[in-house]
């Protein structure tokens, strides 16, 4: 398992070193999710190019930060590299019900996409005003769009879902 504060630090060095500090900073003190909106625009501002790979694991620290839906757009406005990714993040997203018993009862929308046709998805209850959960009640490792779930997920799990993505055997 890769160690959040490792990815913090490879977030930092992508920027100009002033704002890199500033980064740090925040991460230090304890707001991460000031920190995390400080790195995307940083990101933004300076034109930096980022791998695939690298902003499906911003998205997934801005997730477990709970601040994801507020830097999503701007995240995927960032200059990507062009080069190949084994995950990338799916930029229009369904949101459908899982066909499944046990998750019947949620909507599940994907979130990231691995070149292997695997997909890690969010699942969320539908609040009754019709909105989705602020939080998933789950993250699901689907073989493909269609299912089927090879792996569910706790909701404070997105870290350990991204790397049940990546990995060879579920």
């Not at 930096?48 to 507020?70: F, K």
């Not at 995950?87 to 369904?94: D, L, M, R």
């Not at 292997?116 to 699942?123: E, M």
């Amino acid at each position: 398992m890769i160690a959040e504060a490792d990815v913090w630090n490879h977030f930092v060095r992508l920027l100009p070193d002033a704002e890199g500090r500033e980064v740090q900073v925040r991460w230090d003190i304890g707001e991460q999710e000031a920190g995390l909106d400080l790195l995307v625009c940083g990101l933004l501002e300076h034109q930096v190019a980022i791998s695939e790979t690298t902003r499906v694991e911003i998205s997934v620290i801005a997730e477990s930060w709970g601040v994801r839906r507020d830097i999503a757009s701007r995240l995927l406005a960032c200059q990507g590299d062009g080069l190949p990714s084994p995950v990338e993040i799916v930029e229009h997203p369904t949101t459908t019900p899982l066909p499944y018993p046990d998750l019947a009862d949620l909507l599940v929308i994907p979130w990231i996409r691995h070149t292997s046709g695997r997909l890690l998805a969010r699942a969320h209850v539908e609040e009754p005003w019709g909105d989705l959960s602020l939080i998933p009640a789950h993250y699901a490792v689907l073989a493909s769009e269609q299912g089927p779930t090879l792996r569910l997920l706790e909701s404070f799990s997105a870290r350990e879902a991204l790397e049940a993505l990546h990995a060879t055997h579920l």
